[in-house]
C-alpha cells in the first residue's frame, strides 16, 4: 500500500462565482468524497479516518503572490523555499533553492527510508533537447533526476507505464506527430494504479490547471477540469489499497477574472485509509513528512 499524489498545478479555493470553474459543481471525484462538486471558500472542511479535505496555506509569510518555483520546492521537500530567497519566484526554480531539490526532496526522503517512487509524466525527445541545452529543468525533473529516478519517455507511454502532462496524448499526437495509444479514464487510472501496486510513492503533475488560470479562458478550464476529473473518479472507483493525494501549489484557475496567480489557500484531498496522517496540515510544507509516514 502506497501513496498516489496528483500534483494538480495552479488550483486555489476562490469564491462561489462564475469565475470560478470549481465551484460549478462539475467534480465528481469531489461529490463522491465529500457530497459536494463544488470546491471554493463554502466548501467545510472534513477529517474522517478515510478522507481529508482542507484548505493549506501557500503564502508560507511572504510577501507577494506564491509562484511555481518556491511553491513546489515547498510542497516537496517542506522547507520554506519563498523565505529562503526573500521572495516568491518561478515558474523554474530559483539558483539559490536548487539544492533542496537536489538533496532533500520527498523522493530523496523515501530513498533514504529504503521506500521506492516513481514520477509518472513522460516527455517526448524535444523536452530533452530544450532542457539539456539550456539546462533548465523544472522542480519535478529536476528532484526527479537528483534522486536517480528515471524520467519516462515515450516508450514508457506505448507500454502503458507512464502517462503524458496532459493525460490523453492529444497534444503529441496532434503537434508532435508521435503516435500514442489512444486511452480513455478507465486505461489512464488503471496505468496509475499499476504503477502505485509496484512503487511505495507515484506522483503525477497537471499542469494546465494553471495554464488555464493564465489564459482565462473559461471553456479551456471546464475542459482540462473535465479529462482530471475523469481520471481521478476512475481511480478512486478502482482503489483498493492505496492512498489518493491531490495538492497544489498555487492558486489560480479558480479566479479566472484575472491571468495571475492568487494569493488563495490551496485545496488538501486526501482519500484512503491513512487520509488521517494529513489532518495536521496547515501548509503546503507540511505534506512531505505526511506522504512520508504514511509511506512508512
Same mark, same amino acid.
Given at each position: ?30 461529490q463522491e468524497l465529500s457530497g459536494s462538486g463544488s ?142 495509444? *489512444?486511452? #480513455?479514464?478507465?486505461?489512464?487510472? +488503471? ?8 512503487? $511505495?510513492? &507515484?506522483? !503525477? @503533475?497537471?499542469?494546465?490547471?494553471? *495554464?488555464? #488560470?493564465?489564459?482565462?479562458?473559461? +471553456? ?8 482530471? $476529473?475523469? &481520471?481521478? !473518479? @476512475? ?62
Amino acid at each position: 500500500m502506497g501513496v498516489i499524489f496528483f500534483f494538480v498545478d495552479g488550483m486555489g479555493i476562490g469564491t462561489s462565482d462564475t469565475h470560478n470553474p470549481l465551484s460549478q459543481g462539475k467534480l465528481t471525484f469531489f461529490q463522491e468524497l465529500s457530497g459536494s462538486g463544488s470546491l471554493d471558500i463554502n466548501t467545510p472542511s472534513s477529517t474522517s479516518p478515510n478522507f481529508v479535505y482542507t484548505p493549506v496555506d501557500a503564502c508560507l509569510g511572504v510577501e507577494g503572490l506564491p509562484q511555481s518555483g518556491t511553491g513546489q520546492t515547498a510542497l516537496f521537500t517542506g522547507i520554506n523555499a519563498s523565505k529562503h530567497l526573500g521572495k516568491h519566484f518561478g515558474p523554474y526554480p530559483h539558483s539559490g533553492i536548487k539544492p533542496f531539490l537536489e538533496h532533500e526532496s520527498i523522493f530523496h526522503k523515501l530513498t533514504e527510508a529504503g521506500l521506492s517512487s516513481a514520477f509518472l509524466n513522460a516527455y517526448p525527445p524535444i523536452f530533452f533537447e530544450h532542457a539539456k541545452r539550456r539546462n533548465r529543468w523544472s522542480c519535478t525533473t529536476l528532484m526527479t533526476k537528483s534522486a536517480g529516478i528515471p524520467l519516462r519517455t515515450t516508450s514508457h507511454v506505448m507500454d502503458g507505464t507512464a502517462v503524458t502532462a496532459e493525460l490523453f496524448g492529444n497534444y503529441w499526437r496532434e503537434k508532435l506527430g508521435i503516435n500514442l495509444p *489512444k486511452r #480513455g479514464p478507465k486505461e489512464i487510472a +488503471q496505468i496509475v494504479l499499476d504503477m502505485a501496486d509496484e512503487h $511505495d510513492f &507515484v506522483l !503525477y @503533475e497537471y499542469y494546465l490547471t494553471d *495554464k488555464a #488560470g493564465h489564459d482565462m479562458n473559461p +471553456q479551456f478550464a471546464d475542459e482540462i477540469l473535465s479529462a482530471l $476529473d475523469s &481520471v481521478i !473518479y @476512475e481511480i478512486l472507483l478502482h482503489n483498493t489499497s492505496h492512498t489518493f493525494l491531490l495538492c497544489s501549489d498555487h492558486g489560480n484557475i479558480e479566479d479566472l477574472s484575472t491571468k495571475t496567480h492568487t494569493f488563495n489557500a490551496v485545496p488538501l484531498i486526501v482519500s484512503g485509509k491513512n487520509a488521517s496522517s494529513f489532518k495536521e496540515c496547515t501548509s503546503i510544507m507540511d505534506i512531505p513528512n505526511a506522504i512520508l509516514n504514511t509511506c512508512k
